[in-house]
């Protein structure tokens, strides 16, 4: 069952907004855990649109 995880990227702006989190498919709940940075997730795949268009 994927899972949709929201992991922390580690940037931190002062002056401009920049992405401090990203979403990423994991194969289950128990290996998007097994990542430090995953801060939740939700069942299913992460939505995979291109937003830079």
């Known amino acids: 069952m994927p899972v949709c995880a929201t992991k ?3 940037l931190r702006c ?3 907004p920049c992405p401090s989190t990203e979403q990423k498919t994991y194969a289950t709940g128990c290996t ?3 990542e430090p940075k ?3 997730y ?3 795949q992460c939505d995979t649109q ?3 268009k």
Do not use: Y
């Open 8 to 10: 922390d990227t580690g």
């Open 38 to 40: 995953v801060i939740n």
């Open 14 to 16: 002062i002056t401009e």
């Open 32 to 34: 998007a855990c097994a």
């Open 50 to 52: 291109d937003t830079s």
């Open 42 to 44: 939700i069942a299913g």
